[in-house]
Every structure is written in structure tokens, then in C-alpha cells.
């Protein structure tokens, strides 16, 4: 089986920031997109940012300039920067997959992990 594991969620307080890692581990063969969702108390559930195999990098408009996305191996990192009270909410690691056994393509959500932001 597929896993993703995301570690870094936490209280800070505005102005502050935070590192979120998420660890995709199992029988991968290739990774084509990785990124970050949030999900605050009676909203839907957003993309914050993601980044393709070919490096491409993607965030809301409401992040730009104050979060960053990086990858690494299985790795994906989400730096952020500056946070406000707006960006508390749980955040979920979501990765496209190429797995095994058998080969197939495969969506695959972290459990998440709660960011709070303090005023």
C-alpha cells in the first residue's frame, strides 16, 4: 500500500511561519503531481498549491507571494510565510501516483494535519 504521512501542522501566531513535509512511501514508480489542499470549519476543501513532475508550480492567489512549494525525491514541502488567522485550517497532502502492483494510476490523500494562526 500507498502512504502519505504529513508532519509540521502547529499554533503560531500571525506574522509567523510554518513548514509543512509530507512523505509519500510504498510501491511508487512515479509521482506525478504533488501538493496541498486546505480545509477550513464550514468551507470546501481548497488547493493551496501543487507541483507537476515537469516543475511546474502552482498557488491560490491567496497564498501568493507568502507560501512557497518545493519537492524533493518523495518529499513535497509547503513554506509558509507571514501567516494570517485566514490560513488556519486542516491541511491535506495529496499526491497523483504511478504505483504497483498491478501498474495503475492513483490519487492518494494524507490524513492532514491542522495549522492554527492566532491573532
Known amino acids: 500500500q500507498v502512504q502519505l504521512v504529513e508532519s509540521g501542522g502547529g499554533l503560531v501566531q500571525a506574522g509567523g511561519s510554518l513548514r509543512l513535509s509530507c512523505v509519500a512511501s510504498g510501491s511508487i514508480v512515479r509521482i506525478n503531481a504533488m501538493g496541498w489542499y486546505r480545509q477550513a470549519p464550514g468551507k470546501q476543501r481548497e488547493l493551496v498549491a501543487n507541483?507537476?513532475?515537469?516543475?511546474s508550480r502552482n498557488y491560490a492567489d491567496s497564498v501568493k507571494g507568502r507560501f512557497t512549494i518545493s519537492a524533493a525525491k518523495n518529499t513535497v514541502y509547503l513554506e509558509m510565510n507571514s501567516l494570517k488567522p485566514e490560513d488556519t485550517a486542516v491541511y491535506y497532502c495529496?499526491?497523483?501516483?504511478?504505483?504497483?502492483?498491478?501498474?495503475?494510476?492513483?490519487?492518494?490523500w494524507g490524513q492532514g494535519t491542522l495549522v492554527t494562526v492566532s491573532s
Open positions: 495529496n499526491a497523483g501516483l504511478v504505483v504497483t502492483f498491478p501498474v495503475r494510476n492513483l490519487d492518494v
Open positions: 507541483v507537476t513532475s515537469g516543475g
